[in-house]
């Protein structure tokens, strides 16, 4: 019953920022961790940042810490600040919830919206 539907996606020169967000309906009681990875054609779905239901906790792939932040401003939402974006930036992005903690890998979450494209031009 779960539904992650992401928005925020687009067009971003090198440098430049995108705000990704991520609405989660249904029973949303049931996540402990949401994520967000991302995915560029050919290439495996990569963890980026992940919070902790309560914020409490965030983890950031070391490709975009101190560039991107993660955050849960309601419960039901959760948002990706991504600043200094690099081409090396540019793929689907995909909001993820877990019921675990501390999930990096992209196997151990339960659903996943449909993604949105970043791309970062040069």
């Known amino acids: 019953q779960e539904r992650l539907v992401e928005s925020g996606g687009g067009l971003a020169q090198a440098g430049g920022s995108l705000r990704l967000s991520c609405a989660a309906s249904g029973r949303t009681f049931l996540v402990r961790t949401m994520g967000w990875f991302r995915q560029a054609p050919g290439e495996e779905r990569e963890f980026v940042a992940s919070?902790?239901?309560?914020?409490?906790?965030t983890s950031y792939a070391d490709s975009v810490k101190g560039r991107f932040t993660i955050s849960k401003d309601t419960v039901n939402t959760v948002d990706l600040q991504m600043n200094s974006l690099k081409p090396e930036d540019t793929a689907v992005y995909y909001c993820?919830?877990?019921?675990?903690?501390?999930?990096?890998?992209?196997?151990?979450?339960?659903?996943w919206g449909q993604g949105t494209q970043v791309t970062v031009s040069s």
């Open positions: 919070i902790m239901w309560n914020g409490v906790y």
């Open positions: 993820a919830a877990a019921r675990g903690d501390g999930i990096r890998s992209a196997e151990m979450y339960n659903y």
